[in-house]
């Protein structure tokens, strides 16, 4: 079996997504030192304790995900389930490797770009040429359009067909959506620069209150398609790279979450 010094695996995703070029809300890359040679990924949306007894279970010495710990504002005291999660992590030696807004932005291996693939978007090719500068200044929204969809209807058939769950849907099925904008996860907020920069329909993960009534008096179609599902696909494609450039295993365990 092959492996990969930890260290080595590290600089290569340091350097492919670019981490050092964003300001995020959480350190990027070896959040937790494990074992100094990998061998076996186990990646993941988040890292829960769920997500780390599945590496446990299956003798893993890494795990790669999209949400990993230490966000800003958090208590940073080890108490309760941050406890647990960081015992059974040290006591099996097990790596945690985490890239938020880098995989986010990343244009080929991340979310938007990957939630692209499977939804049959089709990214308007301004936007991805400049996708990267505009992540770097805190603008993640993604621009295209779904060829097999003309409505909002369509669209919201379309997502659910893909993504395997049924999206919230704000807006009237008939509404036009020839101009798409994109942001998975968390980021309701962003309708408005979506509107701004002329979207008939928004699709991303979450929703808040303020957001179905910014989408009704705009007339722009609205779909939250659930920040956990919009997000499967970035940290698999990474892994996948990591099998080709290493020639090391990386499994995917998708972890349920309705939200």
């Known amino acids: ?38 061998r076996h990924i186990i990646a993941g949306v988040t890292a829960s304790q769920a997500l780390i007894d599945a590496a446990i279970a299956r003798g893993a010495d890494t795990l790669l995900v999209h949400h990993g710990w230490m966000w800003k504002g958090e208590d940073p005291r080890v108490l309760g389930t941050r406890k647990k999660r960081l015992a059974s992590l040290l006591a099996h030696d097990i790596n ?20 692209a693939r499977v939804l049959g978007l089709t990214p308007d090719p301004a936007f991805t040429d400049e996708g990267a500068a505009r992540a770097r200044a805190g603008n993640l929204i993604w621009h295209g ?27 009237e099925a008939e509404m036009p959506a020839r101009r798409i904008a994109w942001c998975t996860g968390a980021a309701q907020s962003m309708l408005a620069q979506a509107i701004d920069s002329g979207a008939e329909v928004f699709i991303t993960g979450e929703v808040s209150e303020p957001t179905v009534h910014l989408a009704r008096e705009a007339g722009v179609g609205f779909l939250s398609a659930g920040h956990h599902a919009t997000e499967r696909y970035g940290v698999q494609a990474l892994g996948e790279a990591i099998t080709r450039e290493f020639g090391i295993r990386v499994d995917f365990v998708d972890i349920d979450n309705p939200v």
């Open 1 to 38: 079996m092959n492996s990969v010094s930890t260290r080595a695996l590290c600089q290569w995703l340091d350097t492919t997504l670019n981490a050092q070029a964003f300001s995020d809300y959480c350190p990027n890359g070896l959040q937790v030192e494990g074992k100094p040679s990998i």
């Open 96 to 115: 945690l490797i985490a890239y938020h807004l880098p995989l986010d932005a990343h244009p080929v291996l991340g979310n938007n770009a990957q939630l």
């Open 145 to 171: 359009t779904m060829p097999a969809a003309l409505t909002l209807g369509e669209v919201a058939t379309q997502v659910r067909d893909r993504l395997d769950r049924t999206p919230l849907m704000i807006g």
